[in-house]
Nanobody, 123 residues
Framework: VQLQASGGGLVQAGGSLRLSCAAS????????MGWFRQAPGKEREFVAA????????YYEDSVKGRFTISRDNAKTTAYLQMNSLKPEDTAVYYC?????????????????WGQGTLVTVSS
């Protein structure tokens, strides 16, 4: 599967953005999806994951209550709605796909990666 992330941009603290991850192929519904981010000078870290059906989600503690991961299997697209953004959310955001039922939070759990989209939150 090929993944294309989009939706990044510059936003003020407290604002919102919605990232999209468009997937190629008709097997999108067989992949669990995840979002990761990498801030300047830091390692890539897990943000959120969603199961193949969309019924199960998993979030990193710092984004719980602010970010929502979702997916539309008919549109072969996953989303990350980000609200109440903070300057520390500034990073390049990556979407990823994996087979299997476990909602992994490690980079090694994911088989496929999209290119990143930059989110900048100004204070």
């Amino acid at each position: 599967v090929q993944l294309q992330a989009s939706g990044g941009g510059l936003v003020q603290a407290g604002g919102s953005l919605r990232l999209s991850c468009a997937a190629s192929g008709r097997t999108f519904s067989t992949y669990a999806m995840g979002w990761f981010r990498q801030a300047p000078g830091k390692e890539r870290e897990f943000v959120a994951a969603i199961s193949q059906s969309g019924r199960r989600t998993y979030y990193e503690d710092s984004v719980k209550g602010r970010f929502t991961i979702s997916r539309d299997n008919a549109k072969t697209t996953a989303y990350l709605q980000m609200n109440s953004l903070k300057p520390e959310d500034t990073a390049v955001y990556y979407c990823a796909a994996r087979t299997g039922v476990v909602l992994g939070n490690l980079m090694a759990d994911y088989n496929y990666w999209g290119q990143g989209t930059l989110v900048t939150v100004s204070s």
